[in-house]
């Protein structure tokens, strides 16, 4: 059974930097039907796809972050990241890390962490 | 980015009721939707890919239907578990990232 966890600072000061990772253990990331995702859900409101990760390293960005996004495999670790730059209170919201097979939906998702963007 | 409209926003709905939710889109996207449910505190759980395929486990009053721009997701019988929000969510190909997600429906007594 295939399990992720995300961790990471809980609040972060406006214009720096958020790093998240995902551990993901009873599966390898380095399958090539496999594309590990972030999606973030602000306070009270929907969904969002952050970015996408093919085990590759080919990676895709939702253009509505302007390039403040950059994901990251680390197959020694079996774990994937996330830093996404310069944030505001714009970027407060639950993160969620999960994983999408070829043809499917997201079928596996961590538990969530709460990001607060605040000085 | 392609728009992803549920409706209703917000569905008022008793046990035993049959429920239908309409995602549409703002393109086709042939068969790639997904249909989430979530609950209050908890990650996303993928009921339906593909438009209409059965996830593992999940029981089979949920259904889905739909290809090109117009898809719904049916629970025949709705269960005291099944109050909660649902989305819908295209994954066309990575030429159409974002994948994005419909703003959601909550189903509620």
């Known amino acids: 059974q295939l399990q992720l966890q995300e961790s990471g600072p809980g609040l972060v000061k406006p214009s720096e930097t958020l790093s998240l990772t995902c551990s993901v253990s009873?599966?390898?990331?380095?399958?090539?039907?496999?594309?590990w995702g972030w999606i973030r859900q602000p306070p009270g409101k929907g969904l969002e796809c952050i970015g996408s990760l093919y085990y590759g390293g080919s990676a895709y960005y939702n253009p509505s972050l302007k390039s403040r996004a950059t994901m990251s495999l680390d197959t020694s670790k079996n774990q994937f990241s996330l830093k996404l730059t310069s944030v505001t209170a714009t970027d407060t919201a639950v993160y969620y890390c999960?994983?999408?097979?070829?043809?499917?939906?997201?079928?596996?998702w961590g538990q969530g962490t709460l990001v607060t963007v605040s000085s | 980015d392609i728009q992803m409209t549920q409706s209703p926003s917000t569905l008022s709905a008793s046990v035993g009721d049959r429920v239908t939710i309409t995602c549409r889109a703002s393109q086709s996207i042939s068969s790639w939707l997904a249909w989430y449910q979530q609950k209050p505190g908890k990650a996303p759980k993928l009921l339906i890919y593909k438009a209409s395929n059965l996830e593992s486990g999940v029981p089979s009053r949920f259904s889905g239907s739909g290809s090109g721009t117009e898809f719904t997701l049916t629970i025949s019988s709705l269960q005291p578990d099944d109050f909660a929000t649902y989305y819908c969510?295209?994954?066309?190909?990575?030429?159409?990232?974002?994948?994005?997600f419909g703003q959601g429906t909550k189903v509620e007594i």
């Open positions: 009873g599966g390898s990331i380095n399958s090539n039907t496999s594309f």
């Open positions: 999960a994983r999408r097979v070829l043809g499917g939906g997201y079928d596996y």
């Open positions: 969510q295209q994954y066309n190909t990575h030429n159409s990232y974002p994948w994005t």
